[in-house]
């Protein structure tokens, strides 16, 4: 019997050995300095140090051998804090390996009593180098991305399509502040304003898979593995503290096969061949690549300053290794490659001299206005009598200030709605809103030419020369919508015209 608690107790000790943690009770003699009273072996492996090491460092009565410097002092403090309160002390600090590597511990301490009025303490420590070192990797790349994002304007994004989340990295915090993870992103989209209103359809339907594969610059396969996707999430999980748990997948998305394989490449490749059409596009800003720009889906992002600017974004979908759909993708800052497209757009859509549309945006702009059935259309074809004998009377240079002033009147008089395009030469082309009555339309052509010839009277009075003007007249309601059959009946009216001496409209039969 007398044996029996000397028993225990090796029991006790050794059940304490075998465990992986480090158990220690620890006596403080002074603010600086402890004694380690007793511990278990895997108090020891934690640094690699056996008994001995240890006893030696203990007798060197400098901690500071064993804890990383930087943490010596608020260690102590943090001890000496549990003293005064007595409360569970529960922290992370570093030690120092046999081998010379650092070593993450994570420590839960309680006071258990008092010896020669010193405090004794029981720690319970884990080693959490790994977990610790990953958290650290995680901070550096969020760090590293933040940085290198900060250098270019893009926005890298994840959007979680069974749960409605979307994830943001890189440049994000200008548009978003602090929203690195926004939940119910379509109730997001449609009431925080961040999308200008008349931009939310293209962001919707960018983030409907469906869509997004029928898009003519993402039509890759939608099924690639996404290992970047899950990689993302854990970044973000991370960031956003939401947590490991993997949302609850209905039947629909529970048929769907992770995939087995992996390739990290193949979703990369996929976005980077459709940005780099995109981005070599951008840089030559030719009026050859504006077609192709277009083609990219683009919208406005209102900036925390409240200024919205012009956004483009390419992505593609994926199945993550959850089985779920992600779009991942990135967006940049478009607002002064838009400038830069406007201007190219104007530049090919207007006629140098005149400013006025181009021969080819005038008949784009007819046809577009011939699609509406609602109204009735006047097409008049306008062009100067004996270009040639006022080019050859008082030299080319008045010949283009002639056709300049002819652009002029017509801008003056024609309103927003109607079509004014310079056809080249000395001819132009005006479409106006008529009548389904072909005698209201024709009433409505003739008033247009008075006014016309009176502005014409003041500007060539300024010039210090005068000329005169022919014109053709055809009438959607009598001759038809289809564009060419309708400028043909012009033209011919503009011949009789001239033919019936010039200086005059005529309405074709």
């Known amino acids: 019997m007398s044996d029996k608690p000397t028993n225990d107790a090796l029991e006790f000790e050794k059940i304490l050995n075998a465990l992986d943690c480090g158990v220690v009770k620890i006596i403080f003699t002074d603010k600086d300095h402890r004694t380690v009273q007793w511990a278990n072996d895997g108090f020891f492996r934690l640094t690699g140090s056996t008994r001995e090491d240890y006893a030696d460092a203990e007798r060197s009565g400098n901690p500071r051998n064993v804890l990383h410097p930087d943490d010596f002092e608020w260690v102590f403090k943090a001890f000496a804090d549990h003293v005064e309160t007595r409360e569970p002390l529960d922290i992370v600090y570093r030690v120092f390996h046999k081998d010379g590597h650092i070593v993450w511990l994570h420590v839960t301490s309680s006071v258990i009593g008092i010896e020669d009025g010193n405090p004794v303490f029981i720690n319970v420590m884990t080693d959490i180098t790994e977990h610790k070192n990953l958290q650290l990797r995680l901070q550096w790349e969020q760090e590293r991305d933040r940085i290198i994002s900060s250098l270019s304007n893009e926005i890298i994004f994840e959007y979680r399509c069974d749960e409605d989340v979307m994830l943001h990295f890189g440049r994000y915090y200008e548009v978003l502040g602090d929203r690195a993870m926004i939940k119910h992103y379509h109730h997001f989209l449609r009431n925080e304003g961040v999308i200008h209103p008349d931009d939310v359809h293209v962001l919707e339907s960018l983030l409907d898979p469906q869509e997004l594969e029928r898009h003519s610059l993402t039509g ?290």
């Open 220 to 509: 890759y396969a939608a099924d690639a593995n996404a290992e970047e996707a899950a990689l993302l999430r854990l970044r973000a999980s991370d960031e956003a503290d939401t947590g490991a748990a993997t949302a609850t997948k209905d039947k629909d998305t529970a048929s769907v096969e992770p995939k087995a394989a992996v390739d990290s490449e193949l979703v990369s490749r996929e976005i980077k061949e459709i940005w780099h059409q995109f981005h070599d596009s951008m840089q030559h800003n030719t009026e050859s690549n504006v077609l192709l720009l277009e083609k990219i889906p683009r919208f406005r992002l209102r900036l925390l300053s409240g200024e919205y600017q012009w956004y483009w974004a390419v992505c593609t979908t994926v199945v993550d290794f959850t089985g779920q759909k992600v779009i991942l993708g990135k967006i940049v800052n478009s607002h002064e490659a838009m400038t830069t497209i406007e201007r190219l757009k104007e530049r090919s859509e207007t006629d140098s001299l005149t400013s006025l549309l181009n021969r080819g945006a005038g008949e784009q702009a007819v046809i577009q206005c011939l699609n509406d059935n609602s109204v009735s259309w006047i097409l008049m074809v306008i062009d100067i009598d004996d270009f040639k004998q006022v080019n050859d009377t008082y030299g080319h240079s008045r010949g283009d200030a002639a056709i300049k002033s002819l652009g002029d009147c017509l801008r003056k008089i024609c309103r927003s709605t109607d079509v004014v395009a310079r056809l080249g030469g000395d001819e132009f082309l005006v479409l106006l809103r008529g009548s389904f009555s072909p005698d209201s339309s024709r009433k409505i052509a003739y008033s247009f030419w008075n006014r016309l010839q009176q502005k014409l009277k003041e500007h060539t009075a300024a010039l210090g020369f005068s000329f005169t003007l022919s014109a053709g007249v055809a009438i959607s309601s009598q001759h038809g919508v289809v564009y060419a059959v309708l400028f043909d009946c012009a033209d011919a009216a503009l011949y009789t015209s001239k033919r019936a001496g010039r200086n005059r409209l005529t309405v074709a039969p």
